[in-house]
């Protein structure tokens, strides 16, 4: 769900909301009190929320912790949007927990109502989160990337899964045990608070699911899930067979062959052999729902 | 700043520290450097290095702020010698600091 558009927004709702709380906090200071003064100096980077012990940072330290820190400590990019956001300190403490693994195509991560063992932060694989439900047919709620993490409920206090995650695109990911994860999100203010905002955003695409997949055409529907998929992967080549595309869309085969076929047709793709590659963009953005 | 972080600086020879100063960070923020940077130039240029400097970074431990009644990062606090001071901001005003920790009184000056 959050290709470069939506993260933008995300990203201005996340500050938004940073903001709202910072002026509500900041309401509660004494007036004329030294910090009311020092705030009004510049002089000060964050406030402290005694309602809920966190740490509110000021527009100007929030800007500078995301930029100086990774560029000070010299730490290797991270492949992973939530790893990337961890302070250098949080990051350090967290990185020899970080277990680098291979996830096929196919394998299954969790499955609906079994204890979740690990965590994992997809590098350049994609997963599929699917609620369970009767007979073949499914349909996909959520799809994990590089900006995501499998195992979200686990941050909300819930040690089940309630959907089965199966790997769609096969490809690395880094894993962290269950444990070491809880531990990691008592210790980290900025975990915390990435994380939130990714579960905000996979509520919102589950609920779009719900109205795109009873309102919006199939072609459109595919034209949204392959631009969600390249979004996820960053890249516009891929590797998705037919079936696989028509089970996460909750759709029968013919159905896909059709929608892929007109995408063809207008030169937005080409689909050979599960072997796809977005030709234009734009087009295959106009062609879609915009559901993603 | 991140190599002394939550460490104390003991004062110099083991002679006895004339302040015990907590700095309170929100890491590598830029009030916070600079607080940092100037506490440690007050510390050596003022206190002759006779200070026992602890720098926490609230990020990381946001509870023991919490229980030192710091609000707004940077804060100074001086716990030694008595009475108690508190200092906020980027510690930019050398003399309000040094008047914090009371090596200055404010009728020399």
Do not use: W
């Not at chain 1, 079994?114 to 073949?136: A, H, K, N, Q, Y």
């Not at chain 1, 890249?235 to 085969?253: H, M, N, P, Y």
């Not at chain 1, 052999?273 to 993603?292: P, T």
């Amino acid at each position: 769900m959050i290709d470069g558009s939506l993260s933008h927004a995300l990203e201005h709702v996340q500050s938004e909301l940073l903001d709202k709380r910072l002026s509500g906090v900041l309401q509660r200071l004494i007036r004329g009190g030294p910090e009311q003064q020092a705030i009004e100096a510049g002089e000060i980077d964050a406030i402290i929320d005694y309602s809920d012990s966190n740490v509110i940072l000021f527009p100007a330290a929030r800007n500078a912790l995301r930029t100086v820190a990774p560029g000070e400590s010299g730490r290797e990019p991270v492949a992973n949007s939530l790893l990337a956001a961890l302070t250098q300190q949080e990051y350090q403490r967290l990185a020899p927990s970080l277990e680098s693994v291979t996830l096929p195509a196919e394998a299954v991560l969790h499955e609906p109502g079994e204890p979740i063992r690990f965590v994992f932060f997809p590098i350049d694989c994609v997963i599929s989160l699917l609620p369970p439900t009767v007979g073949r047919r499914t349909l996909e709620v959520g799809l994990v990337g590089f900006d995501g993490m499998v195992g979200t409920s686990l941050a909300l206090g819930v040690n089940v899964s309630s959907l089965r995650a199966r790997v769609q695109i096969g490809g690395t990911a880094l894993r962290v045990p269950q444990a070491r994860f809880l531990s990691a999100l008592q210790e980290s203010q900025t975990l915390r608070h990435e994380l939130n905002l990714y579960i905000y955003a996979e509520l919102a695409a589950a609920r779009q699911t719900a109205v795109c997949s009873s309102f919006h055409l199939i072609e459109q529907r595919v034209a949204s899930r392959l631009l969600m998929t390249s979004a996820r992967l960053r890249s516009d080549k891929f590797f998705v067979i037919q079936e696989s595309l028509a089970r996460v869309l909750g759709v029968r085969r013919e159905s896909i062959t059709q929608a892929a076929g007109e995408l063809q047709r207008r030169r937005l793709i080409t689909y050979s052999r599960g072997n796809l590659r977005i030709l234009n963009r734009q087009g295959l953005e106009a062609a879609s729902c915009r559901c993603y | 700043m991140n190599a002394r972080r939550g460490k104390p600086e003991k004062a110099v020879n083991g002679s006895k520290a004339v302040a015990v100063l907590r700095l309170y960070v929100a890491g590598d923020a830029p009030n916070s450097v600079q607080a940092v940077l100037n506490i440690e130039a007050i510390c050596r240029d003022d206190l002759g290095g006779a200070c026992d400097l602890e720098i926490i970074d609230v990020l990381q431990h946001p509870q023991r702020a919490m229980a030192a009644g710091v609000v707004v990062t940077p804060t100074l606090n001086k716990d030694y010698p008595l009475p108690t001071a508190q200092v906020v901001g980027n510690l930019s005003d050398k003399l309000r600091v040094l008047l914090a920790i009371g090596i200055r009184s404010p009728e020399n000056d």
